[in-house]
Every structure is written in structure tokens, then in C-alpha cells.
């Protein structure tokens, strides 16, 4: 019997020490796993136990988070791998910084323009590298920047991601002085056409009346041609008159105030101006309460320009003319609708000078443009497609 008792507490004891080292060996297992977890290791994986071993299950579980988190990894690895050549077969200079503004990646465009070595500038701060107006400019800003490698003007273009939970900034440049240059010249060469378009057209008739009358005078004396020197000079007075006119335009076109911006309520200002307007009644639809940043004088003047455009054009042909707006995100948009004749040169209604209108001085809308681009907006112009006559869209952000 002692025997039999002594027999079956040491298969017990074989039992338990079995027991325990299967234990202490899945203790071990997921020991090794966590480790390797944290040390970024996702390629080891655990031999599960038996099909009843309390730990299997927790194994198998580790195992497939190794498994996705090494099939992210790898997922990563190939975007990254796909940036970096995207980036590279790209003409533009990209740099890319991280929160702390430290370069992380550029491409060869870029390392060519600050003439650096790649290994040289990675890590390394925007800052301390002279980069840092390039890389917090707002995107689709105009830069001029002096580069080791080249001058230009450029247009910056941005991007946030974020990358295992770190936020990263691609900052793209492109070269846009070639392009601007163009413009500026052709810009240029439109107003000296028209500057010389309007004194000659000025200066031609005061200079062939004055050879004119004062051939009369040596031939007649200046009783004898009284009326033809009187219609003489009312004509230079005239076109005097004209051009002071169009000079005055001009200086204004090219010194407009510095904006004095305050928060004031548009909706009101709108509703104003209409009710100003004596040759017809303006309807105003619009309800919303609109508050924007600006200098309401120069608004109000942009607004004026737009609203007697509209009524005038009402006016030959009897329409009517109407103001909305509405708010849409963070822009208000006001429309100005008329029923006139629509708009006959589209391409040139905001080229500073042209009108169609017989003593137009050519500036208003042109003015109205500088306005509101000043103020961060757009304005546009087009022909309405729900009947006659034309809109004026105008889109300016709210104020807080």
C-alpha cells in the first residue's frame, strides 16, 4: 500500500513538473515575443503549445499582431520607397521637413539648388540651412528667393501627412519668374499702348488747333475770327479736361490706400448702397448676417463700381438688377445680377482703361479687382445662362 501511495505522489510530482515546465516554456515564449515587439522585430513568431494549453491562445494572438504589424511595415516600406522616386523623377525642388522643421528627405532638383550632398543636409534644421522663410510659406505663395544655385521667383505648393503618427511637410517650389517676367512685360507693353493711345489722341487736336489758330490770327487778326477761336479753345479745353481725367485715373489705379481693416458687417453695407442707387430700385435677397476684415470705404467703392455697372447696363433695356449673398465655409459669396445686354469684350473687362461706354474712363473695374484681391478675394464677371444679362460674383473670406 506504501508502495502504491509513494508510486502514485511521484508520477504526481512527474505530473506538476511537467505541467510547470510547459508552463514556465510558454512564460518564456511570450517573454521572447513581447521583446521582440518592443525592440521593433516583427519577424519572430511563437511555436504554440498543445490545443489546450491555457497560453495558446494568447500566442496565437501575439503571433498575428507580429503578423500585421510586420505587413504594415512592409506597406510602409514600398510607399516610402515609391515616394522617394516619385520624387525623384520630379524637375521641381521638394523638401521635406518634420514637426521639429528638420530636413528628412529632398530630391536631386532641390539638392542641386542649394548645392548640397543628400547625406550632408538630412537632419539637419531649415533653419541653421537659411530654408526656413521656403518651408513655412503658405502654399501658393509667390517667393523670391536667392538659392546658392539660382535666383528666382517661385511658387510654393504644400502638403501635411502624417507617417507613424509624426506629422511631415512636403514643400514643393516651382520656378515662375520666366512665366511672371512674360507677364510683367506684356502687362507693360499693353499700358504704354495705351498711355500713348490716350495722349496722342489728346495731345494730336490741341497741337493742330493751336498751329491753326494762330495761322488765323496772322491772317485775319482776332476780331475777325472770334467764333473760331472761341470753338478753338473749347475744344483744347476739352481735351485738356480728358486727359487730366485720364491721368487722374491712372494715379489712382497706381496708388491705392494702404488697406485700414476692421471687422464690419457686409450684409449692412450691401443693403446700404442699394437703397443709394436713385435710377431704379435694387432688389437685395440676401438674409445672411456677414461680418468680414476689411476697410469698408474701399469695399463700399468696389461694390459701387459693380452695382452702377449692373444698373446702367439694366437701365438700356429695361431689366432690373438684384444683390445676394450667402455664406459658403469660410468665404462669403455676393452676386450682383443684372438684365441688360450682357458683357460684349469678357476677355478685357478688368484691362485697366477699356470701356465700351462713350465717356467711361476705363477704371472701375479694374480698381474693383485691386480692391478685393487686396482684401484675399476674388471677383469675377460673366454672362448669365438663365437669361439675359450679367453676373458679378464676388468671394471674400469671413472675418472672426
Known amino acids: 500500500m506504501a508502495m502504491l501511495f509513494a508510486l502514485g505522489m511521484g508520477l504526481g510530482a512527474v505530473a506538476i513538473a511537467g505541467f510547470a515546465w510547459r508552463m514556465l516554456t510558454a512564460w518564456r515564449t511570450l517573454g521572447?515575443?513581447?521583446?521582440?515587439?518592443?525592440?521593433?522585430?516583427?519577424?519572430?513568431?511563437?511555436?504554440?503549445?498543445?490545443?489546450?494549453h491555457p497560453l495558446r491562445g494568447m500566442i496565437a494572438d501575439i503571433n498575428a499582431v507580429s503578423d500585421a504589424l510586420r505587413e504594415g511595415r512592409r506597406k510602409r516600406t514600398e510607399s516610402l520607397r515609391f515616394l522617394g522616386k516619385t520624387l525623384t523623377a520630379l524637375q521641381d525642388?521638394?523638401?521635406?521637413?518634420d514637426r521639429e522643421q528638420r530636413l528628412v528627405m529632398i530630391n536631386p532638383a532641390a539638392r542641386e539648388l542649394i548645392g548640397a550632398a543628400h547625406d550632408s543636409v538630412i537632419g539637419r534644421d531649415a533653419d541653421a540651412m537659411g530654408l526656413m522663410p521656403v518651408?513655412?510659406?503658405?502654399?501658393?505663395?509667390?517667393?523670391?528667393?536667392?538659392?546658392?544655385?539660382?535666383?528666382?521667383?517661385?511658387?510654393?505648393?504644400?502638403?501635411?501627412?502624417?507617417?507613424?503618427?509624426?506629422e511631415n511637410t512636403m514643400v514643393m517650389l516651382h520656378d515662375v519668374s520666366a512665366a511672371l517676367g512674360d507677364e510683367e512685360r506684356n502687362a507693360w507693353q499693353r499700358l504704354i499702348?495705351?498711355?500713348?493711345?490716350?495722349?496722342?489722341?489728346?495731345?494730336a487736336p490741341i497741337g493742330s488747333l493751336a498751329g491753326s489758330l494762330s495761322a488765323l490770327l496772322d491772317q485775319h487778326g482776332g476780331d475777325a475770327v472770334e467764333d473760331d477761336l472761341r470753338e478753338g479753345l473749347e475744344v483744347i479745353e476739352r481735351r485738356?479736361?480728358?486727359?487730366?481725367?485720364?491721368?487722374?485715373?491712372?494715379?489712382?489705379?497706381?496708388?491705392?490706400?494702404?488697406?485700414?481693416?476692421?471687422?464690419?458687417?457686409?450684409?449692412?453695407?450691401?443693403?446700404?448702397?442699394?437703397r443709394l442707387e436713385d435710377r431704379m430700385q435694387i432688389g437685395v435677397e440676401g438674409s445672411a448676417e456677414v461680418v468680414v476684415n476689411g476697410d469698408e470705404a474701399q469695399l463700399d467703392q468696389a461694390f459701387?463700381?459693380?452695382?452702377?455697372?449692373?444698373?446702367?447696363?439694366?437701365?438700356?433695356?429695361?431689366?432690373?438688377?438684384?444683390?445676394?449673398?450667402?455664406?459658403?465655409?469660410?468665404?462669403?459669396?455676393?452676386?450682383?445680377e443684372d438684365e441688360g445686354g450682357g458683357l460684349p469684350e469678357r476677355s478685357s473687362l478688368f484691362v485697366p482703361f477699356f470701356t465700351t461706354k462713350p465717356t467711361g474712363s476705363g477704371i472701375g473695374l479694374s480698381l474693383t479687382r485691386l480692391i478685393v484681391e487686396a482684401h484675399a478675394g476674388s471677383v469675377d464677371l460673366r454672362n448669365r445662362s438663365d437669361g439675359p444679362g450679367a453676373t458679378a460674383i464676388v468671394v471674400l473670406p469671413l472675418g472672426t
Do not use: C, K
Open 32 to 52: 521572447s515575443l513581447l521583446a521582440a515587439l518592443r525592440e521593433g522585430d516583427y519577424g519572430v513568431r511563437g511555436s504554440l503549445p498543445s490545443r489546450h
Open 193 to 203: 499702348r495705351v498711355l500713348s493711345h490716350e495722349l496722342n489722341n489728346s495731345l
Open 135 to 166: 518651408v513655412v510659406a503658405s502654399d501658393n505663395a509667390i517667393l523670391s528667393w536667392e538659392f546658392p544655385a539660382r535666383t528666382g521667383r517661385w511658387i510654393v505648393r504644400r502638403a501635411v501627412w502624417y507617417s507613424e503618427g509624426y
Open 93 to 97: 525642388p521638394i523638401f521635406v521637413v
Open 304 to 336: 459701387i463700381n459693380l452695382l452702377r455697372n449692373a444698373v446702367e447696363s439694366a437701365l438700356a433695356s429695361g431689366g432690373g438688377v438684384r444683390v445676394n449673398w450667402m455664406v459658403a465655409g469660410a468665404q462669403v459669396r455676393v452676386t450682383i
Open 240 to 274: 485738356s479736361d480728358s486727359l487730366a481725367r485720364f491721368l487722374a485715373g491712372y494715379g489712382r489705379l497706381a496708388r491705392l490706400p494702404p488697406l485700414r481693416a476692421q471687422a464690419f458687417r457686409l450684409d449692412l453695407s450691401l443693403r446700404r448702397l442699394a
